[in-house]
């Protein structure tokens, strides 16, 4: 067993690049996903005088409990050089106070995490307009995890991966089992249950359960709210929470307005499987599990997904994308595009039924110049190292 402080997080260079530049930092990324570990690995390698603030603890609160940037700048230490701000979300009014302190003080680099962007975004966003770079911080990436496993490593490890996850204490902790239940159970919701008008964790706790059940089936908002027996409206208020929480995130349809093909319906997927399936309090081996192709294509699309997030290249633009038609119901489950290239991805966890899988039809008439490519248990590294 080794410490996760090994693992080099991809978006470290990027974050201790652009310190004491004159702009604040704030990651963002759901809880127990490493963003203390990364701030704490951050200061522990700065010659700088530096203040840990945890805002979860009151004492954390009451730091900053200020309107002044004179108090605040006492509160957190005068001769501080560099300011972490954990779980910020958890401040009243935080934006204002980031900015009364990095208005007031430039000298003072702050770095703030949060778990929630629906909470800290929407209240730092407008106070801090061109004062902060942002970074979202996501489950470990194979890339990441290739720090510590080799290739024939990882490929022995894909199954269990599969199952629990990449959360860090998923991989290294002792427990997966347990901790991912606990992270399901404990921290998953905390943010949100605490989030202005939201009185029903057991809807909430209803609508994620049903989301984790139906991944890689495009999402039926009037199926859903007939079976939950609830309005559309609060559906898709619940649905925008998870997301802005980092649990979930929308995969749309790939389309150039061509009626054969499906334009309105969302997929939902996870970013991590070890959360998925804690909901589900399913976490059994592979070899006994009847949904392992749907966690397949959840792992590959996400990994994909983190691995591209990762790299910040914000002039690429790419969009991810799944495909299918309304006719004869052709699909693709991935679409990767951007002004250049389309490339389709077919995920299909069996090399032997890989062989068996053909370019559909439909897709190579309408994109014939687009690649196409299926990843399967063995070759799964070519396209995530």
């Known amino acids: 067993m080794i410490s996760t402080i090994s693992i080099e997080r991809t978006i470290k260079k990027a974050i201790t690049d652009n310190l004491y530049k004159g702009y604040g930092i704030v990651i963002y990324g759901a809880r127990r996903v490493g963003k203390t570990t990364l701030v704490r690995q951050i200061q522990s390698e ?3 005088k530096s203040v840990y603030i945890n805002c979860d603890e009151s004492v954390g609160q009451s730091a900053l409990s200020a309107y002044n940037s004179l108090e605040l700048r006492k509160n957190t230490g005068i001769d501080t050089e560099l300011l972490i701000i954990d779980e910020a979300q958890r ?3 935080i934006g204002i106070k980031l900015k009364l302190l990095i208005d007031n003080y430039p000298e003072l680099q702050i ?7 629906f909470d ?3 209240k730092i966003k407008e106070p801090l307009t061109g004062r902060v770079i942002e970074y979202t911080l996501y489950p470990f990436s194979i890339a990441e995890l290739s720090q510590h496993y080799n290739r024939l490593e990882l490929q022995s490890i894909i199954d269990t991966l599969l199952v629990y996850g990449s959360y860090p204490r998923s991989v290294f902790g002792p427990l997966p089992g347990p901790d991912l239940i606990n992270v ?3 921290y998953l919701y905390k943010d949100i249950l605490e989030y202005n008008n939201i009185r029903k964790p057991e809807l909430l706790k209803k609508i994620i359960t049903l989301l984790a059940n139906d991944i890689g089936s495009e999402l039926s908002i009037v199926d859903m709210t007939n079976r939950l027996d609830i309005r559309r409206e609060t559906l898709e208020s619940y649905i925008t929470l998870l997301e802005q929480s980092f649990v ?7 389309s150039t307005n061509l009626r054969s093909e499906l334009t309105k319906k969302k997929k939902v997927f996870f970013y991590d499987n070890g959360i998925r399936n804690a909901i ?9 599990r009847g949904d392992f192709g749907k966690l397949w294509e959840q792992f590959m699309i996400s990994q994909m997904y983190i691995q591209y997030k990762n790299s910040l290249e914000i002039e690429n633009q790419s969009k991810f994308n799944f495909w299918r038609t309304t006719d004869q119901h052709q699909e693709v489950d991935l679409i990767i595009s951007d002004s250049h290239s389309v490339a389709g991805y077919e995920f299909c966890y069996s090399a032997k039924m890989a062989t068996k899988k053909k370019k559909p039809s439909q897709f190579t008439a309408l994109y014939p110049d687009a690649s196409y490519h299926i990843i399967h248990s063995e070759n799964f590294l070519d396209f995530l190292l």
């Open 46 to 48: 700065s010659n700088k």
């Open 91 to 93: 401040i009243v009014d």
């Open 111 to 117: 770095i703030a995490t949060g778990s929630s962007s």
């Open 120 to 122: 800290l975004s929407n």
């Open 184 to 186: 399901a159970d404990n």
């Open 248 to 254: 979930i995130y929308p995969l749309l349809p790939y």
């Open 280 to 288: 589900l309090g399913n976490l059994n081996h592979i070899s006994t």
